[in-house]
């Protein structure tokens, strides 16, 4: 019975069941113990970072003025808290309320009647000598076509995510714009609830207390989940999954 599966779906099980028996060897591991919290370390050294670039304006020398307290760029005569360097931290406050709501409804009928006949005279003979009593070669042939299609859909979520996580800025582009990324890990008993913001901010947007609201992060990655024994119950077993992207019905 397996020999006659094609052979990249045989790999594709075999490579899905390597996997699973890898992540069973690990939880088994784990069975009684709280799940691990990942160690802090440098968002630039983990696999996959990229800098981030950006078209930018050509770079303008600043200018100063030898008797004047006020320099070009400066934002108070006083230092500035806000984080405008690598290594700054800054909070960000994270405010999601979106709600969409789609509804569409689709009809379609099509009807179509034809015929074919032989009238006058050939029809005559050919009714006398072709056809049976009950059938007339005015009515030879007749088609009738009914086709009709209806499609109903709706959409409706409601989402809304309210928190804060302190992010550090790993990057400062040629026009002053700050590349930052946070992560945030809380452990509630065998649950491990993940943080994740990423973006890029102008310093002209972080407030006096050292804050940026999310909807003001450019290119805005913000991710929120979970790892552990609930989050594990609500995914489908890797066999599932497997089958669901393979079988095509």
Avoid at 8 to 36: E, F, R
Avoid at 57 to 78: C, D, I, K, T, V
Avoid at 119 to 145: E, H, K, Q, W, Y
Wanted: glycine share 8%.
């Amino acid at each position: 019975m397996l020999t006659s599966l094609p052979r990249n779906l045989l790999a594709s099980i075999a490579l899905s069941a390597l996997a699973a028996g890898c992540g069973t060897a690990d939880k088994l591991a784990n069975v009684g113990q709280q799940p691990a919290l990942n160690a802090i370390q440098d968002p630039t050294t983990t696999p996959g970072y990229r800098p981030v670039q950006m078209p930018m304006p050509e770079p303008q020398q600043a200018h100063y003025n030898p008797n004047s307290l006020w320099q070009s760029g400066s934002r108070a005569f006083f230092k500035d808290q806000r984080a405008s360097q690598v290594g700054d931290i800054l909070t960000v406050v994270v405010t999601i309320d979106d709600q969409a709501e789609i509804e569409n409804k689709t009809e379609r009928s099509r009807s179509e009647t034809s015929g074919a006949g032989v009238g006058g005279a050939l029809g005559t003979a050919i009714d006398t000598i072709f056809m049976p009593a009950s059938v007339a070669a005015s009515d030879l042939a007749s088609t009738n076509s009914n086709s009709s299609f209806e499609g109903d859909g709706s959409v409706d979520r409601n989402e809304t995510l309210q928190t804060t996580v302190a992010a550090v800025v790993t990057q400062v582009l040629p026009n002053g714009n700050l590349v930052i990324e946070g992560r945030q890990e809380v452990r509630v008993n065998f649950e491990v609830r993940e943080m994740i913001v990423a973006g890029i901010v102008r310093p002209e947007d972080i407030t006096a207390n050292n804050r940026i609201a999310s909807e003001q992060i450019a290119e805005a990655r913000i991710g929120y989940g979970g790892r552990g024994q609930i989050s594990d119950v609500q995914q489908p077993r890797v066999g599932n999954q497997v089958l669901d992207i393979l079988l095509p019905f």
